[in-house]
């Protein structure tokens, strides 16, 4: 039986102009304008992420789905 793979990723979730600073130091972009969006965004990123940076407005749609177990590290931008 295989180790489940490592979680490595950095991702940030939110909106476009709140994140793309975060692409010039390596971490995988997740643009979301909307609720629904982030809830996608985070399905995508959870299998892989070790850490989702969130904005605030990201955070808020997301609500306490963000503190489940297994759930990678978050981290909100203050807003």
Do not use: C, K, Y
Not at 22 to 49: C, H, I, K, N, Y
């Amino acid at each position: 039986m295989n180790p489940p793979a490592a979680r490595t990723a950095v991702v940030a979730i939110g909106d476009q102009p709140q994140i793309a600073g975060f692409a010039l130091v390596g971490v995988r972009l997740s643009p979301a304008a909307t609720p629904a969006e982030v809830q996608d965004a985070w399905r995508a990123a959870f299998p892989t992420a070790a850490v989702v940076i969130l904005t605030d407005g990201a955070a808020s749609s997301l609500g306490d789905e963000r503190h489940v177990p297994d759930a990678p590290l978050t981290v909100v931008m203050p807003a």
